[in-house]
């Protein structure tokens, strides 16, 4: 038995973005749906960069680890964010979510970091597959609110873990081993947030041919308002020695990295690509494999047998654009068609025009530190107190385009490690009211830790005190019934969540916590 995957992809900017910064890449060996943010087109340039790293994985068959592999190519796009970082710091702050599965024979390993999902139809029963890196989620796996209330929650967009070229990736990895007639699903948020998991257990079941499933889940996603970026990869595992069904050969771009001017990967690897220009939609036979009859007269399946074409997604749907490794040849561009006839430099016209050029340039720049200082992020200062700062984090020829607007009064080494990576990233508010909806969050977070500290330490305290008044009425030979009217110390409290920092960032001692031994507190007794 050979199990292969039969698939489609697609994107859609949705009804409210003005750009697209999701990517996906879909190949025999790998499917990758990115989520990138940052805004100023830097989130589009991270989550293309972040799958073009990534595709490298489908150019030959996996080794003997393919969690390590995953693991390798992640850390590789995250060092490719970096070095862009630092060659061009105007980009700072972009990031991307990752979710990919990379196949090998009837065995998906699962790569994930951040929101967007992943999900498996086994016999009509939908599973998630993936673990969402996000605030809310914590919230929930914590029991501080429900499921149900996330998609409310002001704050359900901020992320605890993402691709950013700035922290470690940390991405979860899992294996899981697939059957005949599984169709996984991997997505964006622009789906999954609006779309619920029973609607897309039931479209998943209804519809046999990936690429119509794909077309109706956008469909799901606009209804619902369409209020972000929208993609997703459907796969279907078939058993090429049992099925009429091809598998699908064609690596797939989608996205902002489907419309990368150049783009960066080779199926093999190895160089760029020639872009064919072609706006068609995919066709289908009546066994449901792709038709050539619609595709572009430059696209071929022939040549050498490791070169092939790669089907680049549209904005709304597969294809097929396509494009196909060309011996390292770059496309020829296109020469301009001259219009007009040379003439005479015209000053006047010129210098009309630089002046125009000028302001709007002086205009521009004005609207934008306007726009600037309606913008407020959560952050840290050098002295480790978590601030409120108006403006963007960035600065433009060593000015910083954001200052101090309100000192919280709570201390970075104070607030639980998984809200530490938020307030670290300072992108994760846009409004005044969300920076303040952060700090409280935040804020009871850490009166949380510090309230359990404190009650420890009472009830230690308590727990010592009765214990010498015991030890003391035992050594005067007190009778039991004076002895046990001593007052007793209440329960013990809660300890504190494994979330918490060590009760010393509170100025609790570690020992103040737990109560000394009954034999210690009858031998200090002894000698007062």
């Not at 964010?81 to 972009?94: D, R, S």
């Not at 041919?209 to 209804?223: H, N, W, Y």
């Not at 990869?233 to 419309?259: E, F, Q």
């Not at 002046?355 to 530190?369: C, D, E, M, T």
Request: aromatic residues 4%; negative net charge.
């Amino acid at each position: 038995m050979t199990l292969v995957l039969r698939y489609a992809v697609r994107s859609d900017v949705g009804l409210l973005r003005e750009g697209n910064e999701d990517s996906a890449f879909a190949g025999p060996r790998l499917l990758a749906v990115a989520d990138g943010m940052g805004g100023h087109a830097a989130g589009e340039v991270a989550s293309s960069v972040t799958i073009a790293s990534m595709a490298e994985l489908d150019s030959e068959p996996p080794g003997g680890d393919m969690l390590a592999e995953l693991s390798e190519a992640v850390a590789a796009a995250n060092t490719r964010l970096q070095e862009m970082i630092i060659a061009n710091p105007a980009v700072e702050g972009m990031g991307t979510t990752l979710t990919a599965l990379f196949w090998s024979d009837g065995h998906a390993a699962v790569c994930h970091i951040g929101d967007s999902r992943g999900y498996l139809l086994r016999e009509n029963e939908l599973y998630q597959i993936t673990h969402d890196h996000t605030l809310v989620q914590s919230l929930v796996d914590e029991g501080r609110i429900s499921a149900d209330d996330v998609s409310t929650h002001p704050q359900r967009s901020l992320l605890l873990r993402a691709l950013d070229g700035r922290s470690i990736a940390e991405p979860d990895l899992s294996v899981h081993e697939a059957q005949p007639g599984d169709r996984y699903l991997l997505c964006s948020d622009g789906l999954s947030g609006v779309v619920s998991d029973e609607t897309l257990r039931d479209t998943l079941a209804s519809i046999a041919e990936p690429e119509a499933v794909t077309r109706q889940l956008i469909e799901l996603a606009l209804l619902g308002g369409g209020p972000d970026n929208i993609t997703c990869i459907v796969a279907d595992v078939i058993d090429s020695g049992t099925t009429r069904l091809p598998p699908t050969m064609v690596p797939v771009l989608a996205g902002a990295a489907a419309n990368a001017s150049e783009p960066p990967v080779a199926v093999d690897g190895t160089g760029p690509f020639d872009v064919i220009d072609d706006h068609g939609e995919n066709h289908f036979d009546d066994d449901g494999q792709r038709s050539l009859n619609g595709m572009s007269p430059g696209l071929s399946l022939d040549g050498d047998p490791g070169s092939l074409p790669l089907a680049v997604a549209t904005q709304n749907g597969t294809g097929p654009n396509a494009v196909r490794a060309r011996g390292g040849h770059r496309a020829q561009p296109r020469r301009a068609a001259r219009t007009g006839r040379g003439g005479r430099r015209r000053w006047p016209i010129v210098t009309t025009t630089l002046v125009v050029l000028l302001a709007v340039i002086i205009g521009g720049g004005y609207l934008g530190w306007r726009w600037s200082q309606d913008q407020y992020y959560v952050g840290a200062d050098k002295a480790g107190e978590v601030v409120i700062y108006r403006g963007v984090n960035q600065r433009i020829a060593g000015f910083s385009l954001s200052k101090p607007y309100h000192y919280t009064g709570i201390q970075l080494s104070q607030v639980p490690p998984n809200y530490q990576q938020t307030l670290k990233a300072t992108d994760t508010a846009s409004s005044l009211a969300d920076a303040k909806s952060i700090v409280s969050t935040v804020s009871r977070a850490v009166s949380t830790c510090k309230g359990a500290y404190t009650a420890l330490r009472f009830w230690a305290t308590q727990v010592n005190k009765y214990q010498a008044e015991v030890a003391l009425a035992r050594k005067s030979k007190e009778p039991t019934s004076k002895i046990n009217k001593i007052n007793k110390p209440s329960p013990q409290p809660p300890k504190a969540g494994p979330t918490c920092p060590a009760p010393q960032v509170f100025g609790i001692a570690a020992s103040a916590i737990t109560p000394a031994p009954a034999a210690s507190a009858t031998s200090a007794t002894g000698h007062s």
